[in-house]
């Protein structure tokens, strides 16, 4: 079974930083493109920032400039620095991570279970 298990939410006053962690664990043969979703209330889930096993980043408008995604691929752990947070980024915030669990297989999204992002005005 492949578990991804983030860390790193909180709340945190306008202005301020925080950085998730997300950490793949099980049988895991490779890991591709990993990413970072958001959900606020009464809105869809939309996508924060990806980054490909390469390293190629991208990022949506609303955080461009103001966060940084990266990964450790031995550690199979991808990361969000977040600074500058505003209200409007108040979101639960999902891992994504495309994974192969053997050799043969093909990729399987999975997802974390979501960590709490609030940030006060």
Known sequence: ??????SGGGLVQAGGSLRLSCAA??????????AWYRQAPGKQRELVAAIT???????ADSVKGRSTISRD???RTVYLQMN???????????????????Y?????????????VTVSS
Not at 1 to 6: A, I, K, P
Not at 53 to 59: D, E, I, S
């Open 73 to 75: 691929n031995a550690k």
């Open 53 to 59: 096993r390469g390293g190629t980043t991208n990022y």
């Open 104 to 116: 043969i297989s093909g990729t399987k999204s999975y997802w974390g279970q979501g960590t709490q």
């Open 84 to 102: 500058s947070l505003k209200p409007e980024d108040t979101a639960v915030y999902y891992c994504n991570a495309d994974i192969r669990t053997t």
């Open 1 to 6: 079974q492949v578990q991804l298990v983030e």
């Open 25 to 34: 664990s099980g049988i895991i043969f490779l890991i591709d493109d990993m």
